[in-house]
């Protein structure tokens, strides 16, 4: 329902500016009659556009001008209906619709306090799953420090003994030479002696044989010298014979 600006009131007998705002025929003209001193140039009251009055005289106007000659103020005439007042619900209708949309509240917070129970069940799980990962995980790497730190030992134990007997890496090719035999996990395994060289086992093929074979060949071919056997520590303790010189005349009788 328009209303208008200056009363604030339904808009009785509704007149308009030529900037298009509308008012009360009565409310516009007092505003025009109250500027003092008189002018024919006034403003709108809502968007303070100038508008000017003036007061021709019909009588000097052609009669074909007179249709298009309007006002500054000119009256409107508005069709609206005031809308009727609608009509009050009776309390007990009103009672009826307010228990209907509590019942209504009341089942959706029956479902969404199912929803919350189940949600609620689903994240302890999750927690729990989360807190046996990390005791897993906590698990995993301490293991992992033990067998770090059991290899690290092992590692220094295996290593020692070639800083501290390099003379052991030199028997590495005798013992592939070696025929290898069967050892027991328990003990490490050790070098068999070479067996002893002599004129009837030899490899003629070796080079380590060869010198032997020589040496031997030139000691058969040298006479050989015998010894005398060594006095045994008992004759040696025995009195050496007297020479004659040396018999005492005592002996002699």
Not at 49 to 57: E, G, L, P, S
Request: with cysteine.
């Amino acid at each position: 329902m328009p209303t208008c600006l200056i009363c604030l009131n339904v808009l009785r007998t509704p007149a308009a500016l030529p900037c298009g705002h509308v008012f009360c025929h009565e409310c516009i003209v007092k505003v025009v009659r109250n500027v003092q001193p008189f002018t024919q140039q006034h403003f709108c009251p809502s968007c303070r556009v100038a508008f000017t009055i003036t007061t021709v005289d019909p009588q000097l106007i052609p009669h074909h001008l007179r249709p298009h000659m309007t006002p500054a103020i000119r009256k409107l005439n508005l069709d609206f209906t005031i809308p009727s007042p609608v009509p009050g619900s009776t309390p007990a209708s009103e009672c009826d619709r307010l228990r209907a949309e509590n019942a209504s509240l009341r089942s959706c917070c029956e479902v969404w306090r199912k929803r919350a129970a189940v949600h609620a069940s689903a994240s302890l799980g999750l927690v729990g799953l989360a807190r046996l990962a990390r005791d897993h995980a906590i698990k995993m790497r301490k293991e992992n420090c033990e067998l770090q730190q059991k290899y690290i030992s092992l590692k220094r134990k295996y290593d020692e003994p070639d800083l501290i007997s390099p003379p052991a890496v030199s028997a590495l090719p005798e013992l592939m030479r070696s025929p290898s035999r069967p050892s027991s996990p328990a003990s490490p395994p050790q070098r068999s002696p070479s067996p002893c060289r002599s004129e009837l086992s030899y490899c003629s093929d070796c080079s380590d044989c060869e010198p032997c074979l020589k040496r031997l060949r030139v000691s058969s071919d040298e006479p050989e010298i015998k010894q005398s056997p060594a006095p045994s520590p008992m004759l040696s303790l025995a009195p050496a014979p007297l020479e004659d010189s040396e018999v005492s005349p005592m002996s002699q009788n």
